[in-house]
């Protein structure tokens, strides 16, 4: 596989946005959500992962709960979103993070390699394409905050800017 996951580090969660051609790296202040109510203390974390498919292997209970709760404020969800819980989904211990079974879990592996390659694609006419670990285009960029990207466009007014598929 490609190297993915060197973006994963950071661009997923969301927020950064980059001016083409200033080689500065992702401004840690860049705006962003605030994560919504609820989920997990901010010292917990999980245990170590065992199906992570996208993100390196060897990701550390730390840096993927950067991730994840770049993931929750991104699209104003919390972890149950994505995670099979148990009966409350406040009780972390019940969760099955490993499970695959949440569709919103398999959307986002695809959103993820969505956002790569938008990264991947960025135009040469316009500046240089992000460096391995830095992104122009994250979650964040689209969906500000809300599980559907708050804006689309209406009409197919010019080619190139087609109409924003039906909601799922
Ligand atoms: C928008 C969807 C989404 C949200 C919200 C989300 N996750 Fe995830 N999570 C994922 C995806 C996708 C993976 C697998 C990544 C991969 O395959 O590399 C994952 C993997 C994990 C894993 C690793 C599981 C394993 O054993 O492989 C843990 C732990 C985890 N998430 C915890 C959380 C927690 C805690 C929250 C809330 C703070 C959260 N996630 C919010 C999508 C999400
Ligand atoms: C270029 C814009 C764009 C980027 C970048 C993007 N998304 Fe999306 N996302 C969309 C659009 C458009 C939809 C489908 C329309 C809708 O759900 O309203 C969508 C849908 C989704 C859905 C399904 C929503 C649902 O409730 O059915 C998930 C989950 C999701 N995105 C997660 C992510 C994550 C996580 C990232 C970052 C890794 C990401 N997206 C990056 C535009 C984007």
């Not at 240089?128 to 689309?152: D, F, I, L, M, N």
Request: hydrophobic letters at 35%; proline letters at 15%.
């Amino acid at each position: 596989m490609r190297r993915f996951v060197s973006l994963a580090a950071l661009l997923l969660c969301g927020t950064v946005v980059m001016v083409a051609g200033q080689a500065q790296p992702p401004a840690p202040a860049a705006p962003q959500a605030p994560a919504p109510a609820g989920g997990p203390p901010a010292d917990w974390l999980p245990p170590t992962p065992k199906n992570l498919k996208l993100l390196p292997k060897d990701t550390d209970p730390k840096q993927l709960m950067e991730i994840m709760r770049g993931f929750n404020a991104a699209m104003g969800v919390r972890c149950v979103y994505c995670h099979v819980a148990g009966p409350d989904p406040n009780d972390m211990s019940a969760y099955n993070f490993e499970s695959d079974r949440k569709e919103h879990k398999e959307a986002t592996r695809a959103m993820m390699k969505y956002t790569d390659a938008v990264n991947q694609a960025f135009p040469k006419e316009v500046g240089e394409a992000p460096k391995p670990g830095e992104s122009y285009v994250t979650c964040y960029t689209c969906h500000q905050g809300q599980r559907h990207p708050p804006v689309k466009a209406k009409a197919p007014a010019t080619p190139g800017a087609p109409a924003a598929p039906p909601r799922p």
